[in-house]
């Protein structure tokens, strides 16, 4: 699967999001186990989660009423990857 990797570093860019992603290094959580971790509101955990599913950063599954979400380490692994090896030294 290829990843936009300008998307993963914008959604990355903010600390909110980093720290939701160490978060769910940890476990799958929903967003209200997630809000037990900020000083914010559901709401705004929804946009931050939001973004870092559109970066397809995080999966998300429903189980029932509740959607639980986890890191999608293959992304995170793949765009950094991309990342450094444009600064690898060409062999001539």
Do not use: W
């Not at 914008?10 to 971790?37: F, G, N, Q």
């Not at 397809?56 to 990857?81: A, H, M, P, T």
């Amino acid at each position: 699967m290829e990843y936009d990797c300008c998307g993963f570093f914008k959604a990355v860019s903010d600390p909110t999001r980093i720290k939701i992603m160490k978060l769910l290094t940890k476990a799958e959580m929903c967003v209200s186990d997630i809000c037990t971790h900020f000083n914010m509101k559901q709401p705004s955990i929804s946009h931050h989660l939001n973004i870092l599913k559109n970066a397809q950063i995080v999966r998300s599954r429903k189980e029932g009423k509740e959607v639980f979400y986890s890191l999608n380490k293959i992304c995170i692994s793949d765009c950094c990857s991309d990342f450094m090896g444009n600064f690898k030294e060409k062999q001539v």
